[in-house]
Structures are given as C-alpha cells and as structure tokens.
C-alpha cells in the first residue's frame, strides 16, 4: 500500500490539497488527512495484513491523473527504427502520460482481427503504460468492423485524408457505410483533410492549406449528424474548424475534438519561433512538418480562446529519424509524449503574460476529456475505485527542453531550446511507480490493454 501525502490534487473541478490511499492497482482513499492507523484499518479490512505501508511526501507538488494520450504512433509493428512499443511508453511515462491510445497506420496496418491481434500481443510484450488500440477503416472492411466479434479497440480511425502509411478512405461510399455501420457506442476518430483539395493543392506546390481541413471536417460533422453517431475530430487546427465544431456540439450533434501541443504552441510563419532561443532556429524547416500542418497565429489563437470546445489536448506523437527528416523526401509529423505537460505548465504559469490555461483545464483535457470521450471508466480521475495512475509534478523545478536526453527513439523535439517550468517527479500506473523523475523503473510488458469494453 502507498500513502501519498499532501500533494496538491488538480482535477477539473480545481486545486484541493489531500492525502491519497494506493491500494493494489486502485485507489483507496483520497481525504483531507489520512492516518497510518486509518491505512492499518484498511489493509485488515482487505485482507492485505502482509503488506508494508509505504509513504510518500508530496508536499509542493501537484497530482494529475495520469495523462491519457488519445493519438499516439508507437511506430510498432513496421518502422521500429523510428519508435516501438517499449521506447514510445517511456516517453509516456517521463512526460506523466500513463495511457496512450494508439494509431492503427504500423505496417501492417491494424485493420482486421489478425493485425490487431499481432498489435497486441506487441504491446502486451512491451509497453511499461496501458494502452488501447485503434482498428483501422479500410475501403472495403465497414461490414468487418460492424459485425467482428468486439475486438477491445478504442475506437476506429479513419484517414478521411492521406497521411504516413497506406490507410485512407477518401470517398464518400465507405465513409457513409463506415459512419452508419460502426456500434454507434464507440468512436470514430478521423484524420479530417479532403483528399481531392490535398492533391489540387501539391500539384501547384502549396502544402495542405486550412481549405483541405475544412472541407472534410465539415463532411466528418455532417456524416455523424446524419447517422446519430459520435466522430471525433483529430487535431483541429483552424479557426473556421473550431467554429464548425462549436456550431455542432450547440446543434446536439455527437461531436469531440482534440488540439495538438504543436498547434498551441507553433506557427506556419515562424512568428512563436522567431521568439525563441537561438539554438532552436537552426532546426530543419522539415523538423516542423506535420499533417495537418503549422497554421497562422490567428489559428493557435482561436484554439486557445476556444479550450471550452475542445475535448482533448493529443500529442499526436509521431516520431521520425532526423536522417529521414533530412531527406529529399521529409515524412511528416513531429514527438510530443516527453513534451506535453511541461509545455502546458508553462502556459498556465508563465514566466511573463497571462496565462493561457488553468491548471484545471490541463487535468480536464488531459486526464477526464479522454476518458471521458473514449469510455475508459477507471481512468482519469483521482477518486476510490479508479486505477491508481498519477502523475506528481514539481512545478518549480524550471528546465530547458533537449537538455536532458529523450526517451522516444527519434531523439529530436521540435521544442528543443524552450525553457519550460513543470517537471514530472513520479508518474504511476495502477499504483506500481514506472518513472522516478530521472529513469523509467518499470519492466516492459507491465503496460495493460484498456478499452471501452473492460
Ligand atoms: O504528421 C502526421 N504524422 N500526421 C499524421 O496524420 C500521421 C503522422 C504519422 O504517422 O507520421
Ligand atoms: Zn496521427
């Protein structure tokens, strides 16, 4: 049993001071003040007499629920040179991150029962945080993700435009069947870019414009109001997809959003960069290539005046190697898991100007909305019967990204050079501490398959 004292517990409701009870995997007791005699009582009443209560002072520091990361690329199966499943999670773990949801582009892509079968078994083998899986939308695999018996996926990702890997449902009859077939219980999560205005747009050089986003989020919006079913929009990035957002969740349509650190935090034009330290400026232009792409700052304003529209802030962690980045041909995506928190501590403490964000709104987006969004009913909250993931903070302790090592295999960060306040000093997973502030001390393989079904 572990007894954290004193820590400052950040939920969505506010900032409240109190003990916490680990029992197992679970919460026991979260209260004011809890005594080692009310732990006594408790281990007797549970029939855990041979355990030694430990205890851990967290006076000045603050306890979020773990995060949950709903768009992670663990790269696993298929391009293990960039990320696997071991080196992804103990990036999750060392940014507090204690669930990760991930993405069903590997090679081979997790479209069916065997490739999600493989998927897990991977994870199983190697993951130190729980994770759940994406089943991929294929062309033709609508009647599949309809009538296979339930497969434990998280939800079901659809690239309604084309990104890294080969998955892409570009017309509207598999959209259709996909939107009206999938349990209406779950999620569809969509890579919204209109395929048809992507190639339009290369073809004269021009690189994905907020016209491509619009245009499909749009037509993500009006296929699940259609079909009375929930679709989760994937890295909002524009002003005018915020706006349709809003307009159908006030509709009642069953709509979710997330927003990307690199959407809060850069800009197509460099303006943020241009505020930075030197060091960060030599970084290669393809460093900050994504899909979607940077926006203007009009746009990463919109995001940040529109955090009560938007469900989930998700890293979308997708690692490339540097020598890629550097090629003729740069894939697109950016890490985030390592970065994540620290970079929202430091908007909601800034060193100088407002605040962007509370600490409320972080435990909110971070920790409740995902859960929230993806059905996970024991995670996100610091309360008895939920699992035990938490995440402590020293939010003093003051550092510079890219000064200390990564634990993603692609090493690099786009905010390498940021100066950031907020470090993780103990994250846990069902109780069991997985990263120290320094290592990641938990076996691989002790991360735990979570879905909407368990
Ligand atoms: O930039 C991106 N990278 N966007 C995506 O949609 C996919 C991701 C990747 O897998 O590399
Ligand atoms: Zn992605």
């Not at 000045?60 to 992804?88: C, M, N, Q, Y």
């Not at 999670?89 to 479209?111: D, E, H």
């Not at 100007?353 to 995902?370: M, V, Y």
């Not at 501490?433 to 990641?440: K, P, S, Y």
Request: charged fraction near 20%.
């Amino acid at each position: 049993m572990i007894l954290i004292r004193q820590g400052a517990l950040v939920s969505a409701g506010g900032v409240q001071r109190a003990d916490i009870l680990i029992a197992g995997e679970q919460i026991a007791a979260v209260a004011a003040s809890i005594r080692d005699e009310d732990a006594a009582t408790l281990r007797a009443a549970q029939g855990r007499h041979d355990e030694t209560l430990h205890t851990l002072d967290a006076a000045g520091l603050l306890i979020f629920p773990g995060l949950i990361d709903v768009h992670v690329h663990t790269r696993e199966p298929g391009a293990e040179h960039k990320e696997d499943w071991h080196s992804a999670t103990c990036a999750a773990v060392a940014g507090g991150v204690t669930t990760v949801l991930a993405m069903p582009n590997t090679s081979p892509a997790v479209t069916d029962a065997s490739s999600f079968a493989h998927a897990l078994a991977l994870a199983q083998r190697k993951a130190v945080c729980d994770f759940g899986l994406y089943l991929g939308a294929t062309n033709d695999n609508a009647g599949l993700a309809e009538h296979m018996p339930r497969l434990g996926e998280c939800g079901l990702k659809m690239y309604m435009g084309s990104s890294t890997g080969d998955l892409l449902v570009q017309d509207f009859e598999p959209q259709y069947e996909h939107f009206a077939r999938y349990p209406h219980d779950r999620v569809i999560a969509v890579h919204a870019e209109h395929e048809p205005a992507v190639q339009y747009f290369a073809r004269r050089g021009v690189r994905r414009p907020p016209i491509c986003a619009e245009l499909e989020t749009a037509r993500a919006i009006t296929l699940a109001r259609h079909c009375r079913r929930p679709v989760h929009i994937c890295h909002l990035s524009t002003r005018r997809e915020i706006e349709l957002v809003r307009e159908a969740k006030s509709g009642g349509a069953r709509v979710t959003c997330e927003a990307t650190p690199h959407h809060l935090f850069l800009t197509l034009d460099y303006e943020v960069q241009a505020q930075m330290p030197a060091g960060l400026r030599t970084h290669l232009p393809a460093c900050y290539a994504m899909n979607p792409p940077l926006r203007e700052l009009v746009d990463l304003n919109a995001l940040w005046d529109n955090l009560d529209v938007i469900d989930c802030i998700a890293t979308d962690h997708a690692p490339h190697s540097l020598d890629e980045k550097r090629s003729a041909r740069p894939p697109s995506g950016v890490p985030g898991l390592e970065t994540l928190l620290p970079l929202l501590l430091t908007a909601a403490n800034p060193p100088d100007g407002p605040a962007r964000l509370s600490l409320p709104d972080i435990a909110r987006l971070c920790c409740e909305g995902p859960a929230r969004v993806f059905g996970l009913r024991r995670k996100g909250t610091i309360a008895p019967g939920y699992d035990a993931d938490l995440c402590l903070v020293d939010p003093t302790a003051t550092w510079t990204i890219g000064d200390r090592p990564l634990f993603s295999k692609c090493g690099w960060t786009p905010f390498a050079g940021w100066r950031v306040r907020g470090a993780v000093s103990h994250t846990f997973v069902r109780g069991r501490l997985v990263f120290d502030g320094r290592a990641v001390v938990a076996p691989m393989g002790s991360g735990r398959h979570v879905s909407p079904d368990a």
